[in-house]
């Protein structure tokens, strides 16, 4: 996709646009229409189509008795107060990630991705069967939201350089996109961290604001043109090893809801987090392609010793959360810790020697 094309269709409404968002949801014969704010571009691969296919889909499974109207970044309010504007009512529902709210809680941190973390279906096995999703109530709770898993990007990319690194000291003063937990693992290795919304990261790195971002994998960030400004592309990313994207709702008017409309939303957000990441495994290997072939994308991996001191670091941050007086924040890294000891027994005696062994055996 070509960068300007996609950023003219992801364009932010003027304000008099956004006003006329604001009106108090349609209700008519029974029929409600609830408002989604999302974090992501209009048409945006994987991400907003994602959140736009969920809608789409509560949509037709209630028949029209809920009908979800999906805005853009941008189009009600910027894409990094979609969250706020569920908990003070100008939206129903937001689409984002839940790291990008760590200044209300850093424990919500732990339902997008944590360094050196879960992968996919290691994160999915404990929200949905060992505890994580009760926890994550019980965080959400405070502001009267209710949080669902409503996508997934797999393991992400380490990261755009305009410079390659040879080692560790090529981080000191690195000034690095990079949001959540990650970003202060970053910080512990010498970069200087800041986050931002997809739409803003190019324009970053083109003014030279940034040396460095990451943003998801080679199907975002092919979209977003990363490879116009900076050829070193880096993996893995050992900060965000399974993403996750949630929909959020207002609680109190989710369980106003009927009984079947509560479940279409419950649901259709589960069939969203694995289609999501269907559509990631499908499409990234396609973007890299086109990355290097028609772009000249220099694929690198990570120095040893950047990756070694970014485990160091991710334990740090882990274990300084664990050590929070906050007992949600205690609680919610406990029950992570706990969880990822046990399901990584399965993944590294069973799933990854059975790559490995494919990767040096197989071929067709």
């Given at each position: 996709?070509?960068?300007?094309?996609f950023?003219?269709?992801?364009?932010?409404?003027?304000?008099?646009?956004?006003?006329?968002?604001?009106?108090?949801?349609?209700?008519?014969?029974?029929?409600?229409?609830?408002?989604?704010v999302?974090?992501?571009?209009?048409?945006?691969?994987?991400?907003?189509?994602?959140?736009?296919?969920?809608?789409?889909?509560?949509?037709?499974?209630s028949?029209?008795?809920?009908?979800?109207?999906?805005?853009?970044?941008?189009?009600?309010?910027?894409?990094?107060?979609?969250l706020?504007?569920?908990?003070?009512?100008?939206?129903?529902?937001s689409?984002?990630?839940?790291?990008?709210?760590?200044?209300?809680?850093?424990?919500?941190?732990?339902?997008?991705?944590?360094?050196?973390?879960m992968?996919?279906?290691?994160?999915?096995?404990?929200?949905?069967?060992?505890?994580?999703?009760?926890?994550?109530?019980?965080?959400?709770?405070?502001?009267?939201?209710?949080?669902?898993?409503s996508?997934?990007?797999?393991?992400?990319?380490?990261?755009?350089?305009?410079?390659?690194?040879?080692?560790?000291?090529?981080?000191?003063?690195?000034?690095?996109?990079?949001?959540?937990?990650?970003?202060?693992?970053?910080?512990?290795?010498?970069?200087?961290?800041?986050?931002?919304?997809?739409?803003e990261?190019?324009?970053?790195?083109?003014?030279?604001?940034?040396?460095?971002?990451?943003?998801?994998?080679?199907?975002?960030?092919?979209?977003?043109?990363?490879?116009?400004?900076?050829?070193?592309?880096?993996?893995?990313?050992?900060?965000?090893?399974?993403?996750?994207?949630?929909?959020?709702?207002?609680?109190?008017?989710?369980?106003?809801?009927?009984?079947?409309?509560?479940?279409?939303?419950?649901?259709?957000?589960?069939?969203?987090?694995?289609?999501?990441?269907?559509?990631?495994?499908?499409?990234?290997?396609?973007?890299?392609?086109?990355?290097?072939?028609?772009?000249?994308?220099i694929?690198?991996?990570?120095?040893?010793?950047?990756?070694?001191?970014?485990?160091?670091?991710?334990?740090?941050?882990?274990?300084?959360?664990?050590?929070?007086?906050?007992?949600?924040?205690?609680?919610?890294?406990e029950?992570?810790?706990?969880?990822?000891?046990?399901v990584?027994?399965?993944?590294?005696?069973?799933?990854?020697p059975?790559?490995?062994?494919?990767?040096?055996?197989?071929?067709?």
């Amino acid at each position: 996709m070509d960068r300007r094309s996609f950023i003219r269709k992801a364009g932010v409404m003027g304000a008099g646009a956004a006003a006329t968002t604001l009106a108090a949801p349609a209700v008519a014969q029974g029929n409600i229409t609830w408002r989604m704010v999302t974090t992501w571009p209009k048409n945006f691969p994987g991400l907003g189509v994602g959140a736009q296919r969920l809608a789409d889909r509560i949509t037709a499974a209630s028949g029209g008795r809920l009908t979800v109207q999906v805005f853009s970044a941008g189009e009600m309010v910027p894409p990094l107060q979609s969250l706020d504007a569920v908990i003070d009512g100008t939206a129903e529902m937001s689409h984002g990630a839940a790291y990008y709210w760590q200044n209300k809680s850093p424990a919500l941190s732990f339902f997008t991705g944590v360094p050196y973390g879960m992968t996919t279906p290691e994160l999915t096995a404990w929200v949905r069967y060992l505890g994580g999703q009760e926890i994550w109530d019980e965080i959400y709770d405070q502001f009267g939201v209710q949080g669902f898993l409503s996508g997934n990007t797999g393991t992400q990319t380490g990261g755009w350089f305009r410079e390659e690194l040879t080692g560790l000291d090529d981080i000191k003063g690195v000034r690095f996109r990079t949001p959540g937990l990650g970003g202060r693992v970053w910080e512990k290795l010498g970069a200087t961290v800041t986050n931002m919304a997809a739409g803003e990261i190019f324009q970053a790195l083109q003014s030279g604001t940034l040396d460095a971002a990451e943003f998801v994998g080679p199907y975002n960030d092919l979209a977003l043109g990363f490879h116009q400004v900076a050829k070193n592309y880096y993996m893995p990313s050992f900060v965000e090893s399974g993403l996750a994207t949630e929909l959020v709702v207002d609680k109190k008017k989710y369980q106003e809801l009927p009984d079947d409309l509560q479940a279409i939303i419950r649901d259709v957000s589960q069939a969203e987090y694995d289609q999501v990441a269907a559509d990631f495994v499908a499409n990234d290997p396609r973007a890299l392609k086109t990355l290097v072939e028609d772009h000249d994308v220099i694929v690198r991996n990570f120095p040893d010793d950047i990756m070694e001191a970014g485990a160091k670091a991710s334990v740090e941050v882990v274990e300084e959360l664990r050590a929070s007086d906050d007992p949600l924040v205690k609680k919610t890294t406990e029950s992570f810790i706990e969880a990822l000891n046990l399901v990584r027994e399965r993944t590294e005696k069973i799933d990854a020697p059975y790559v490995m062994a494919r990767e040096k055996y197989l071929r067709y």
